[in-house]
């Protein structure tokens, strides 16, 4: 019998990790009006450098999550300021600015290689394990409720009540009239760009704490962020907020369906693209169009 409870805490977990990898990835289109590719290898990045201080410098791990966090964020700002910004002001086309974030994953996760190899690697941590009948869980899987919890109320008082904030939603909206309105268009992108990396390197942390440490650890969530970014309305964060747990529970009551068929739980991403089609056949600018208030 289905124990249902467990389904969809699981769900939970799910859209919570979907969450901090898809909501970068939505902030970054918003400001640069591209899919950045690279964003998988700074989730992927943030899995290596959490590792490096738990393991490696013997740090605790809210030190290695941190570092994780902050060194993620200066990838995804470096990103902008040394490769995309030069392009965008070269007059780079969408899809010369999305193949160049291919480029830029790859060198990116061939460097992690060559620091860390390319074999699987262990955070060797053991998480205590808590059952609350009829749902069993892990000290990792808690933590990531609560981070994606704390991050979604972060990030909405932040781009509602601050002024930087405001200003990311100005710029996302019209950059033109952003920048006519005094708004450092520049700088604010790339405060963007870094709290986008830094979010995608936390969630890779916890994937990685979670599950284990490989190159292709972004790979692992980045189809189903991308189904979540289109699929709450492109540059929407709420949006990615609402279409992150709808991903996730489709994907795990997906499994359930796979598993009474006798099929594998590898087509799980499927699930995730077979919802997001049907649904863009009727409401192509996703579940949440943007207001034209930034959101």
């Not at 919890?149 to 939603?169: D, E």
């Not at 529970?249 to 077979?274: C, H, K, Q």
């Amino acid at each position: 019998m289905v124990n249902l409870a467990q389904v969809l805490f699981e769900s939970l977990v799910s859209g919570s990790l979907y969450l901090l990898a898809a909501v970068g990835l939505s902030l970054t289109y918003g400001l640069s009006k591209f899919p950045n590719f690279a964003h998988t290898e700074f989730i992927s990045f943030g899995g290596y450098i959490s590792y490096a201080f738990l393991v490696q410098l013997k740090a605790s791990i809210y030190v290695a999550f941190a570092m994780a966090f902050l060194a993620s964020g200066i990838l995804g700002a470096l990103s902008y300021n040394i490769l995309f910004a030069p392009l965008s002001r070269r007059g780079s086309s969408t899809i010369q600015l999305m193949m160049a974030s291919v480029g830029l994953g790859l060198i990116l996760r061939h460097t992690c290689m060559e620091i860390w190899g390319g074999g699987i690697l262990s955070f060797k941590i053991f998480f205590p394990i808590y059952r609350w009948p009829p749902i069993s869980t892990s000290l990792i899987w808690l933590l990531i409720l609560l981070d994606a919890a704390a991050t979604a109320l972060v990030l909405h008082i932040f781009l509602k009540r601050s002024k930087i904030g405001k200003a990311i939603r100005a710029t996302s909206d019209n950059p033109n009239l952003a920048m006519a309105s005094g708004i450092n268009v520049g700088l604010i992108t790339s405060i963007g760009w870094f709290l986008s990396g830094a979010l995608a390197g936390l969630g890779g942390a916890f994937l990685a704490a979670g599950t284990a440490l490989v190159p292709l650890l972004g790979w692992k969530i980045l189809l189903s962020a991308f189904a979540v970014t289109i699929l709450g309305g492109a540059g929407s964060f709420y949006g990615s907020l609402v279409a992150a747990y709808i991903i996730g529970a489709a994907e795990n009551l997906g499994i359930v369906g796979l598993v009474s068929l006798n099929l594998s739980a590898d087509y799980r991403t499927a699930i995730s693209f077979i919802i997001l089609i049907i649904l863009l056949l009727f409401k192509p600018e996703g579940l949440f169009r943007r207001s034209g208030r930034g959101d």
